[in-house]
């Protein structure tokens, strides 16, 4: 029992002592940053000159440059003010404070990613130990799309600080806290509501697996996917097909409605913010709230190939092990038709619905200026090539 105390405590103190570091090192880099790019960078003008009105208690005046609702600025605005309250502050929205609040809000995304590591991987059939969670907040804490943005007053840390204290309370099943910090969440940034109603339907899919257990017959589910959540979602309309009855249908009508009698009630608050995103969306004609016709919404699926090669890249040491490219080449001989699918897919995506957007092609201030000039528009054929390697992600 002492033993188990004792390597609790250890456990603490690394993690404390990892925090420090990190805040220390990020702190030095922050202001190493500042003091070389003392005015606005990028997008920072308009988000800094928004956020000076609110100070100025201008809360009628809006940057039509802006596309993002004005959740960041309320939260900087509360938080630099309630500082002042006991520190003396001579400009509660200087351009360092403004940068600050990401930082803040960068070191307690650690705390959060460690609570809800081991929430996750408490009971779950993958166990973490104290040091593994440890280096997976790290690691996650320095990812470099958003650690960049932890020196720039963007909406990044804010945004992903509440989407993540949105999973934590659902996670602890307080799904009211849950609610509004989601809400809380699409006013800094409206894409956010994608995460809002994917916790919804992850809390119904849970009810679902719960009341549609033993639907259909084992054998038969387990010939159509090894996945047990696959499984459980085919299940009635395996037994559908098996038994196409009226009696049968209205059997699985009772289950369905039983899943929506017990899922429902669970994600009443989620749907609040849902259907009050909606309701924003036809009044505001759009979704952005600002700048319209540079972000104007289009089918662009080739930013699904964008983002397999970006994985494989950044997770490059965990699937690109010999083991796993063996069993991948295996894969592909086997099933080669199914590789040949993928391929005119791909192709099909990039050459009809390859998108760039203005920005991406007039502004040289963002890396990915130069990753679209140099590497996927360098020659009409560079894009197809490119795409070879999303197949295996």
Known sequence: ???KKLDTLRHRGLRSAAVVIF??????????MHNSVLEPYMDEEFHIRQSKAYCA??????????????GLYFVALGLWKAV?????LSDPCSIWLLRMTNYVFAVGNIFLYQKILSIIHHDGAIKMTGLHVLLTSINLATFPLLYFFTFLYYTEHVSAFLVFA??????????????????AAVFTRQTNVIWVGSLALLEVFKQYKVVMKGVADDRDLRRLSA????????????????????TNVKRLLGYFAGVAMEGLPRVLGYIVVLLAFLVFVIVNRGIVVGDRNAHQAVLHLPQLLYFNVFTLFFASPFLLTPDKLKRFLRSCSRHRRNVMVVLVFILAAIYGFTCAHPYLLADNRHYTFYIWRNVLNRNWYASFTDSAKTVGV
């Open 23 to 32: 805040a220390v090192i990020t702190y030095r880099l922050l202001m190493s």
């Open 166 to 183: 949105m999973l934590y309370g659902h996670l602890r099943g307080n799904r009211k806290l849950a609610a509004l910090l989601g809400a």
């Open 84 to 88: 002042s309250l006991f520190v003396h």
């Open 227 to 246: 996945d047990k959540d696959v499984q459980v979602l085919l299940a009635p309309f395996v037994s559908l097909k098996k038994n196409p009855s009226s």
């Open 57 to 70: 208690g201008n809360f009628t005046q809006w940057d039509p440059k802006l596309t993002t609702l004005p």
């Open 1 to 3: 029992m002492v033993a």
